[in-house]
């Protein structure tokens, strides 16, 4: 009954690799995120989208891009990749109405080589 | 420049050692702020929203209140198992705001 689940929790690739993480969520919520954690733990938000907006931090490169099949996916496509994108990245998602409260997902640890 | 602050950056304690750990912030337009707990290689997990100076919110042996400037997380008599990393985030600004994240504290708790 896992709230927020990314795939894969682990990802070892190639510079110059295409490569895609998946999140899903099963509370029914509105919202969802995607989160970077780089070396220092430094939390930073790359998107937020619902079924009608995405607003994306303009300091992200377009090599990230992130693709919403329906209201309980969004994932995450990472093209020609860098070793500079090595990092923890995380989905988050929203219920309508609730303010803020964002619920996480466990992270998928992506490096680089 | 908008900033979440938060200190320190590390802290250790003995089993039932009160303490507290600061999150200050310098933005326009507060609309919230949050306190997750991260244990290692999991995701945050939420723990508090204080919304407007003054605010007070508890859970267990935790506490977190909130200024106009800054907020506290209160630990009361820690334990072991309170052992983690302590993030803050603050959500201000008008339309959807902006929502940034401090660099957490890393609380460690010894028996």
């Known amino acids: 009954d896992t709230a927020v689940s990314q795939t894969p929790k682990y990802l070892v690739t190639q510079m110059g690799n295409d490569k895609s993480i998946k999140c899903e969520q099963n509370l029914g919520h509105d919202t969802m995120y995607w989160y970077k954690q780089d070396s220092k733990k430094f939390l930073k938000i790359m998107f937020s989208?619902?079924?009608?907006?995405?607003?994306i931090n303009e300091t992200v490169p377009n090599r990230f891009s992130p693709k919403s099949p329906d209201k309980a996916h969004l994932n995450l496509h990472i093209n020609s990749l860098e070793l500079g994108d090595s990092a923890v990245y995380f989905c988050?998602?929203?219920?309508?109405?609730?303010?803020?409260?964002?619920?996480f997902g466990p992270g998928t640890r992506l490096l680089v080589l | 420049e908008d900033q979440v602050t938060q200190s320190p950056e590390a802290l250790r304690l003995q089993e039932g050692e009160s303490s507290s750990l600061n999150c200050s912030y310098t933005?326009?337009?507060?609309?919230?702020l949050f306190w997750y707990r991260q244990d290692p290689g999991k995701g945050p997990e939420f723990l508090f929203t204080?919304?407007?100076a003054g605010e007070e919110k508890e859970k267990e042996r935790l506490k977190a209140t909130l200024t106009k400037k800054e907020s506290f997380l209160h630990i009361t008599a820690p334990k072991p198992e309170d052992s983690a990393t302590y993030l803050c985030a603050v959500h201000y600004g008008g339309s959807q705001g902006n929502l940034i994240f401090g660099k957490g504290t890393k609380l460690s708790v010894k028996p």
């Open positions: 989208y619902n079924n009608k907006e995405l607003i």
């Open positions: 988050a998602s929203r219920p309508r109405g609730l303010k803020e409260t964002q619920y």
């Open positions: 933005v326009s337009g507060l609309r919230g």
């Open positions: 204080l919304y407007s």
